[in-house]
């Protein structure tokens, strides 16, 4: 009689896979460094490089960030990446930092207040947009809004503004904002403010979206 081998549920443990950004800012840093790069160098401009990298705007702006705080780089308004510092050996770029760590033990309400300022900016660059009837898109039919998890996403589209949005992005890490957490009443403001492109209403009411804080 053929013995039944005993069944298991272990399983090997999960790989731990690195960020794209942060694969692709250890990429960067070997073309710095391939291409013998000086400080005062300039990469090329952000779209043309996320094109050839083949990667969004908003992974390799991250990148950036990344090796921005390793001091190799420095990302100047307008002028894009302009090298610092060369390439650091190999043993000290496996890792490039998280920028997301660096919010780590901050004061929550900091962080909060931090996260209302750059959805202001949003909200104001979204109210600013030409195209009304891409603003209505954030009402239903009885002129409101959804939810928080669907209109917000929509507020970003219309800002257009990917550093903010960049920043967004790295602050909800730390400051999260669900559906729970916001008053219908305050995000119809912001969506109605929008629409009717009134960026100052839009900041203000974007800006009361956590509560208590402002």
């Not at 390799?60 to 390439?87: C, T």
């Not at 503004?161 to 992005?169: C, E, G, M, N």
């Not at 100052?200 to 009411?205: C, E, K, P, V």
Request: aromatic share 2%; glycine share 6%; charged share 25%.
């Amino acid at each position: 009689m053929t013995k039944k081998r005993p069944q298991t549920s272990a399983v090997p443990e999960r790989m731990e896979r690195p960020r794209l950004y942060v694969q692709l800012a250890d990429h960067i840093a070997r073309f710095i460094e391939a291409q013998g790069l000086s400080p005062g160098d300039r990469l090329p401009p952000e779209r043309r490089l996320a094109a050839e990298l083949g990667v969004s705007r908003a992974t390799l702006s991250r990148a950036l960030v990344a090796l921005e705080v390793q001091g190799m780089v420095e990302v100047q308004h307008g002028n894009g990446a302009v090298v610092l510092a060369p390439a650091p050996q190999e043993a000290q770029r496996e890792s490039p930092p998280d920028p997301a760590l660096s919010l780590a033990g901050r004061d929550p309400m900091e962080l909060a207040r931090a996260r209302e300022a750059i959805m202001a900016g949003l909200a104001r660059s979204a109210a600013a947009h030409p195209d009304r009837s891409l603003r209505l898109a954030l009402l239903d039919a009885d002129g409101r809004p959804v939810r928080f998890s669907d209109t917000w996403p929509c507020v970003r589209r219309l800002a257009g503004a990917s550093l903010l949005a960049d920043l967004d992005d790295l602050l909800s890490e730390a400051a999260p904002l669900d559906d729970a957490r916001v008053s219908a009443e305050r995000l119809t403001a912001l969506a109605r403010a929008v629409v009717i492109g009134d960026a100052d209403a839009a900041a203000a009411a974007c800006a009361r979206l956590l509560g208590g804080l402002s």
